[in-house]
DNA sequence: TGACAATATGACCACGTGGTCATATGATGT
DNA sequence: ACATCATATGACCACGTGGTCATATTGTCA
């Protein structure tokens, strides 16, 4: 958490701040990601960095929280959470979630992105909560009979989880290629290869 | 490619040096990976490095071809290329090569999955020689009807390349679970969990 | 022995990092 | 007008990075 000097800042040098934080996060995974850039991109003295935040964790979280914020707005009904939705579904859903997040803001999705390729002990936390998610979709679908019961759902997920976003990151700008690709590993994960 | 005073040195050095590599790279990813660190662990003079080595890219890439011809040595005719070898028991026979080399140098298997992870251009490259061949595998198996034609090989590669190295960083020392979880994910690849 | 080339060496450079701290500035209440 | 307190600021620190270079050491051949 910030601390509250930050939040005495006036809207538009808070909003320069996560402006800042967004341009650098999105372009550098979290281990390489520099407050020295930050302050810089927003324009801030180095001591009035340490005057908001306690270090690099504590303004990442302050993003990431903003960010899912913003997005659930962007998303609005789309992600309604309807209880019934199948792990096949909220797949395909995120997907194009991401897309139409990353026609806004293609940076939040370069962020995420990179969340996943990064393989810090603090990034794999954050990992480890959303996972737990999927987990249980997954096994309500295995109740609803839509999944095999023997299925490993932890696997299951890795295969998913990294993909979905890995992809994102090749594809770039090209979201038919995107959809494609997600598509058809959905396909693939239902009805096999073989 | 090292320099001629590099192999002009006497074995003990090179091997000496080498490992100190091995060290640092199953370690830290390649970008992260220090110089410094070598040569410390190396116990050689910074100037002899240069004297040695291009850069950085130079000592990974000898590396890379020297632990690349012992595991071909390790595996021997487990991996006698047979051309019949069809994409699963391909895959599965490679997890078990990464056993088998892991038992004997861990340090190896850690140093394929940290390039698996890194995506930094040069390593991005080197990953792509690789899943060529894993492309021709599959396309095989289409022509010999082991595998439906409409699959997109490129996605099959991805779900199970980066799952394969991932998981065998996730379960450590645990062989018995990473077996376990790799003939799950080739399970699933093959009959779908629909 | 002397001369010359190959190699070894570590001090040094410029740069970047996260983080600290003494001081300057500005606002607020008396 | 004054004192007090919150905030702003950038110089500074210790450390780490990749890379260079002048000098010292060694080996080789005449």
New interface residues.
Partial sequence: MPKDTFFNLNEEKQKRIFEAAVQEFSTRRF??ASINQIIKNAGIPKGSFYQYFTDKQDIYLYMAEKISEEIHKILGDQEAADPNTSF?ETIMQRAEGTLKVGSIRPEYTKIGALTV?D?SEFMLQLLRVSNHKYAEIIERDKQAG???PE??S???I???Y??VF??Y?YSGLDKTRYLQ?VE??IQ???????
């Avoid at 693939?188 to 073989?194: D, M, P, S, V």
């Fill in positions: 281990s390489d096949f390729i393989n839509l999944i095999k299925i490993d932890e696997v299951v890795k295969m998913m990294i993909f890995n992809e990151l690709k058809a590993a693939i994960l239902k009805q096999g290869i073989a």
